[in-house]
């Protein structure tokens, strides 16, 4: 793992999760976060990941602002070629190469 030290020093609260145990704790991080998000205090969560986790996290409907950065393929690099599209709240559409990559989990939909 990497910039672990880093994340320590700027987040309040760094938790680690690995499938096998090998650091931190054994299991999905969803499953980790769930357990820990009531004994901390939480002024936004950031997320990344596959989408399955994601949608595991947005399903929380947590408290608080919780941005998730998504990954989609990109072609053109400007939105115009629609590669990257994903459905927004009321319909909405945007582009992961020009309005994101980093959105609110609660105004897109995490297929």
Known sequence: MFL???FKYICDNTLI???DGSRGYKGSVVELFKANFSKAEYKVVFCCGPK???KAI???NLPVKCYASL???MACGIGACLC???KGKDDKMYHV???GPVFDIME???E
């Open 4 to 6: 672990v030290e880093r």
């Open 17 to 19: 999760a690995t499938d």
């Open 52 to 54: 399955p986790m994601l």
């Open 58 to 60: 947005k399903n929380l």
């Open 71 to 73: 990954e989609e393929k």
């Open 84 to 86: 990257c599209s994903i």
């Open 97 to 99: 190469c020009s309005d």
């Open 108 to 110: 897109v939909e995490i």
